[in-house]
Nanobody
Framework: QVQLVESGGGLVQPGGSLRLSCAAAASIFNLYAVAWYRQAPGTQRALVAAIGSARNSARVINYADSVKGRFSISSEYVNRTVYLQMNRLKPEDTAAYYC??????????????WGQGTQVTVSS
């Protein structure tokens, strides 16, 4: 069982920045793809960003159109952590954010393992 722990959420003003972290207990991100999802109350969970495993020579990074140019997904495998840097935040970015990871088999998201989520609230 893979455990993922998100952190870094909080309250931020519009235009501000936050960096979310997804930490794993084991060194999995060299083989696992990772995605960030978000879900606001009353809405369906939506893919925000995804990054392929480090060993995938065709490693792909994808972003939802709504966050392109503002959010950036990255990984530090030594620290067993994947990050979501969120800049120029908007009120509509308010949601619970979830880390999702699993073997890199070419899928885009909906991997096997989920974290517990971290809340991001963008409000003045």
């Amino acid at each position: 069982q893979v455990q993922l722990v998100e952190s870094g959420g909080g309250l931020v003003q519009p235009g501000g920045s936050l960096r979310l972290s997804c930490a794993a207990a084991a060194s999995i991100f060299n083989l696992y793809a990772v995605a960030w999802y978000r879900q606001a109350p009353g809405t369906q969970r939506a893919l925000v960003a995804a990054i392929g495993s480090a060993r995938n020579s065709a490693r792909v990074i994808n972003y939802a159109d709504s966050v392109k140019g503002r959010f950036s997904i990255s990984s530090e495998y030594v620290n067993r952590t994947v990050y979501l840097q969120m800049n120029r935040l908007k009120p509509e970015d308010t949601a619970a954010y979830y880390c999702n990871a699993g073997p890199d088999d070419g899928r885009l998201g909906e991997y096997d393992y989920w974290g517990q989520g971290t809340q991001v609230t963008v409000s003045s």
